[in-house]
């Protein structure tokens, strides 16, 4: 388990799980609390959800000397021990309170989901899984147990799990949960075309795109089995429809389409689709790619002013890096070529800090393209960073 994932999820479960509490707490008890009782409950939680752990725990330890036995009281510590790590201590509260005769369904749900969380933080993610199943349709926490299997299913990479898991979310709240279900299409998708299955393959883009037809990553998919199916015009023509819904990811697939070129032995459709991806996308990396076709065909010429245009109208950094690379070739051991040495050496320094991915939901930055997140784990969040670099 990624602990990057842990630390961003924790906060948000424990204090939805509190709320869960609580609302459980008001529709099955409400008015049932001694006022003592209720005050420390409210305070304890108050404590919790401001990170004052310490707060928390002598508010507590000082309720457990009178109502030792309270159910809410147990919870209360059992949340606060894992909270603070201390997996062991939660766990053998909650174990000793699933015990307790009496419990109405609804309390036994919540402690079930409490110490399937324990299992959860403690890397026992076969345990926690068997409990959330437990929690079944009709049950106050069926929602956060199903938000719970998910993580557990998407840590194992069981897609099929998760997208059954992740159905029966759509279907109980008011959530959209059909892009993120593609995403694990896809992701199979990609296990079936590595195994040498692409009819299956083929299958689950489709089922992708009928889930979000705007999926860039089943598109992408899409054309690749096109092109292993040799037919390349085909696949450029799909890759090319990320020119209206994704132009942020038609750098991600301008290497597959010179591939099929060349497979077609027509450079010019790679230089069309590059044109034509610079009109749709501000992603500097396809203009660089232009500018590497010219001077790749001995365009040398097209290529600068290719460049020039560009910087002009831009005022791109990569543009002007590209540029005096060019320069400093075409003028070597002159007095210029020193200078323009020392400004590539300045702008190549600016470029280098600031190339890559980035999430648009929580500002994770990575080198390489990450379909789910590794900071938040939202999906299709990460998109180039190249693509805003400006002087002005
Ligand atoms: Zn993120």
Redesign the pocket.
């Known amino acids: 388990m990624d602990p990057i994932w842990l630390l961003a999820l924790l906060p948000l479960a424990v204090i939805s799980g509190w709320l869960a509490a609580w609302r459980t707490h008001s529709h099955v008890q409400r008015g049932s609390l001694p006022a003592p009782m209720s005050e420390t409950y409210y305070r304890s939680i108050n404590f919790l959800a401001n990170d004052q752990h310490d707060q928390a725990l002598d508010v507590l330890a000082k309720a457990l000397e009178d109502y030792d036995e309270s159910l809410e009281i147990q919870l209360a510590l059992g949340t606060l021990f894992r909270r603070r790590g201390e997996i062991e201590r939660a766990t053998q509260i909650h174990q000793s309170l699933i015990a307790r005769p009496g419990l109405s369904r609804d309390q036994k749900s919540e402690v079930l989901f409490e110490l399937a969380s324990d299992y959860f933080k403690a890397g026992m993610l076969d345990r926690s899984e068997n409990l959330l199943l437990e929690l079944g349709v009709g049950d106050g926490f069926r929602e956060p147990a199903l938000r719970l299997l998910i993580q557990i299913y998407e840590s194992g990479k069981e897609w099929e799990r998760a997208i059954a898991a992740a159905g029966h979310l759509d279907r109980l709240t008011p959530e959209t949960w059909g892009p993120v279900i593609a995403q694990y299409h896809c992701e199979l998708g990609e296990r079936d075309l590595s195994g040498g299955d692409y009819r299956a393959a083929k299958a689950r883009a489709d089922n992708a795109l009928k889930l979000n037809r705007n999926c860039a990553r089943a598109v992408i998919l899409r054309g690749r089995l096109d092109a292993l199916a040799g037919s390349h015009r085909q696949a450029v023509k799909t890759w090319m429809g990320l020119c209206d819904d994704h132009p942020e990811m038609l750098h991600e697939v301008a290497g597959l389409v010179r591939a099929s070129s060349e497979s077609l032995g027509q450079q010019e459709v790679y230089a069309e689709f590059l044109k034509q991806a610079v009109e749709a996308s501000s992603d500097e990396r396809l203009h660089l790619l232009l500018v590497d076709h010219f001077s790749g065909q001995g365009r040398t010429e097209d290529a600068e002013m290719q460049l020039l245009s560009w910087v002009e109208e831009k005022a791109s950094l990569s543009g002007l890096h590209r540029l005096l690379e060019i320069r400093v070739d075409r003028e070597p051991g002159s007095t210029s070529e020193r200078d323009y040495q020392l400004v590539r050496k300045v702008t190549g320094k600016l470029l280098a800090d600031r190339v890559g991915y980035e999430?648009r939901?929580?500002?994770?930055q990575g080198k390489s393209l990450h379909w789910q997140?590794p900071?938040?784990?939202?999906w299709d969040?990460?998109a180039p960073r190249v693509a805003t670099l400006k002087l002005s």
């Open positions: 999430c939901f929580c500002g994770f997140c900071g938040c784990r939202h969040t990460t």
